[in-house]
DNA sequence: GTTAGCACTCAACTCATTAGAGTGCTAACA
DNA sequence: TGTTAGCACTCTAATGAGTTGAGTGCTAAC
């Protein structure tokens, strides 16, 4: 059977009144709301090719219809087409942007916060957003500095100005002109190279290089290559969470238990990031609808995900999560909105 | 009317009947499993008279009795006394106190995340764990570098071995000397010094020594201020959230909404850790019921918290929320042994 | 191909009934 | 005077019959 025009129209339409309503909806609904001006047996008629298709289904015998996950992937791809030109149409107005009131924040953390929170309360979904990675961490900058007579503080600057601390305990005392050797050491072979570059073999040519005090720098950059090589575990804002008690197909105790915890471990939004960024080549914007998740614990939901980029080579992932129900259509303009607003900002002003 | 000892018996039998099924508990139930060998008649006068004292309460006329927060108190009172006898007699035996499997981790991040999981996992509650806090805060080392030629950046290391770090931007290049000169300054002006007793004449004190440059020092010594002065957020970690779910009394959609709130924003945890920490001069275990907890949105649980110290002047906060329905005594045992598990760990390895 | 019409289905609601747990009170008992 | 047996009463929760109404599927006519 074949998806003709007039399927199509008649599917949208239970859609769009699924969406606005939230109640299985019935032929005459249809019929009496639609420009197509059909009466409810032929929209039934067409109802039936529907399920049959499964783009749609009915709860119970005597009920109407609601939209499958396929039902919704078609209205979404729709939607995102629509959008799709739309965003070209308006390419020039470039007012109206800022509507989502986000204040330039002197600190990332806090940034990111808001830009969770904002989110979340626009769209009334459970929102989230990663921090900022980058694909290629280049060391920028790496400093030893003397704590204590046995204790050195190490501090290592990535580009994007990242920083990370170590602290390192040595056996025994280390001399100014030591230290000094050993930074440029450090200094001159490290800086410039990606994280992922810094092999063992390298390592040890440093090693070798540093000559008569061998034991004590040896350790020191062992601790070194250790804490630049640790990853920092991928941040992630988390907002509105409670949000999902206002959708009754999501508000009983298990599955609100599941996507509860999926927000407060993390783990699962760290995999979504990871999933959506190795998609991010494609569309700026995903949808994974009920089934289609990367996640377990949201195969109830409906989740919306896109990447935003701070500069060349960062990027972040920020997401929408809500009943399958959603109102794509919001969200997605929502998302568009803020991801154009984050990069424009950052581009301004880098911090 | 007076709590004779009959009226505590009873009324400690009722507490815990219910705590045990969860269902309001009957004179006859009572009558039945007692030692007292009390007609259920008789229990009922007196669980008359526990109603009209406030103890406890009748959801509606012909059902049994539940306990009021008053009388939740009661018991919970009784308890702590009890544990505080027993505590001291088991003292001696030392052994039997690794049950939570708390494997020390390199990073206190990771540590802490491990405690409330464990804490949550072995009550079947939510768990909380603030990051410990230093009463006061000494600068122990103060180190300018220059990363680029118009960027700087500061490494500050307060007592605890704590780590902060600020990129100050200059508007001129600084020369080697100047900030070798500025270093010094820094350090020896302010170390040791506590982060509260940092005044702006200090300040300005040191901005005068400066002498020529003052220029760029001023700025720099600025930034160096502020970023001292920031107050870190009180890092708290939280786990086992979905655990309200298991309680239906509290998994309601209003209720777990308020909770997860207050979970998901931290700032009322943030709120009931510096209560703890307030308090924490009385007596290690503190317990909230109903009414009095300190946070708003807990209103219909019981909080359960302790302070933990990590070495003279630094605390950290745990807590468990739960239904007012909770195993007291396995919380509290819970807690207690996590506590000093936590003293000892960090008494043998600071890290 | 479209539509009117009708019998049928099913969830959701209402209402009455019942069962059972538990109470409060009274009168008798020790 | 405190304790107990006994009984009438109360109230929830569970059950089941009956009703309503939205919506379907199918057939026959247009």
Do not use: W
Not at 280 to 292: L, W
Not at 312 to 317: A, D, F, K, L, V
């Amino acid at each position: 059977m074949e998806l003709d025009d007039r399927k199509k129209k008649i599917l949208l339409a239970i859609i769009k009144t699924y969406l606005e309503t939230g109640e299985p909806v019935g032929s005459r609904t249809i019929s009496k709301i639609e420009g197509l001006s059909l009466s409810s047996a032929t929209i039934r008629n067409e109802m039936a090719d529907l399920v049959d298709m499964g783009y749609i289904l009915q709860p119970h015998t005597s009920a109407g219809r609601i939209p499958s996950d396929k039902g919704y992937r078609f209205y979404v791809d729709q939607l995102m087409a629509e959008k799709e030109q739309e965003i070209e149409e308006r390419e020039r107005e470039t007012d109206e942007m800022k509507g989502l009131l986000i204040e330039k924040a002197d600190k990332m953390e806090r940034l990111l916060k808001q830009v969770a929170r904002s989110l979340s309360v626009n769209t009334n979904y459970a929102a989230m957003i990663s921090a900022p990675r980058y694909n290629v961490n280049r060391l920028k900058f790496i400093q030893l500095s003397r704590m204590e007579e046995r204790r050195i503080v190490a501090v290592i600057v990535v580009e994007g100005n990242m920083i990370k601390n170590q602290i390192i305990d040595i056996d025994e005392p280390i001399d100014d002109e030591t230290l000094l050797k050993l930074n440029m050491l450090l200094n001159t072979t490290l800086n410039g190279m990606a994280i992922e570059d810094i092999s063992l073999s390298i390592i040890a040519k440093m090693k070798r290089q540093a000559g008569d005090q061998a034991g004590i720098i040896a350790e020191v950059i062992d601790a070194v290559a250790e804490s630049i090589k640790a990853d920092e575990e991928l941040e992630i804002y988390t907002s509105g969470a409670n949000n999902i008690f206002k959708y009754p197909e999501l508000a009983d105790n298990q599955k609100a238990s599941e996507i509860i915890t999926a927000f407060e471990e993390k783990k699962q939004l760290t995999d979504l990031v990871y999933e959506t960024l190795s998609h991010s080549d494609e569309k700026g914007i995903q949808v994974y609808i009920g089934e289609e998740s990367p996640v377990e614990n949201m195969k109830d939901c409906s989740v919306v995900t896109a990447t935003y980029e701070l500069d060349e080579g960062i990027h972040g992932t920020i997401g929408i999560i809500g009943p399958k129900r959603m109102n794509y259509d919001k969200v997605l303009s929502t998302i568009k909105k803020l991801t154009t607003e984050l990069d424009t900002m950052f581009k301004k002003t880098q911090t």
